[in-house]
């Protein structure tokens, strides 16, 4: 984790990033039960499929099988991974998630824009979207 974060800061002058986290969704041709839930947003069957990867796109840690219409956040509380990552990501080390994953020591997010961020808050957010596009 030393590694990865030292190669973040060096690209991106974020301290302590050791990875980034989003979900995705796999399409599946047949309704599990003729299930609903497993439309998604977009109009076409899924299953969600969440990833945490290092800024070299190695793949740290998946979880799969909850229904495409299930949001992101639920998918997180629900995996290994959101109950172990208190123990799994040291103090002062982070991953960061898009704006549908819920603030957690471990966890960067950007701030919910209203348009009324102040300068700062809109940097930062600008900085965390650019690092986790990036890695």
Request: hydrophobic letters at 35%; aromatic letters at 8%; proline letters at 7%.
């Amino acid at each position: 984790m030393i590694d990865i974060a030292t190669s973040i800061r060096r690209q991106k002058r974020v301290p302590g990033v050791v990875g980034v986290i989003d979900g995705t969704h796999i399409r599946i041709t047949n309704l599990p039960g003729q299930d609903g839930d497993f439309i998604n947003r977009k109009g076409y069957p899924s299953v969600q499929l969440q990833l945490v990867v290092d800024d070299h796109m190695i793949i740290n840690d998946a979880f799969v099988g909850w229904p495409g219409s299930t949001h992101d956040a639920r998918v997180l509380r629900n995996s290994e991974f959101y109950t172990s990552a208190a123990q799994r990501i040291p103090e002062g080390m982070y991953i960061i998630g898009d704006s549908a994953y819920p603030l957690q020591p471990w966890l960067m997010t950007p701030f919910r824009d209203m348009g009324n961020l102040p300068q700062a808050q809109r940097h930062y957010n600008r900085v965390i979207s650019s690092t986790r596009q990036s890695c």
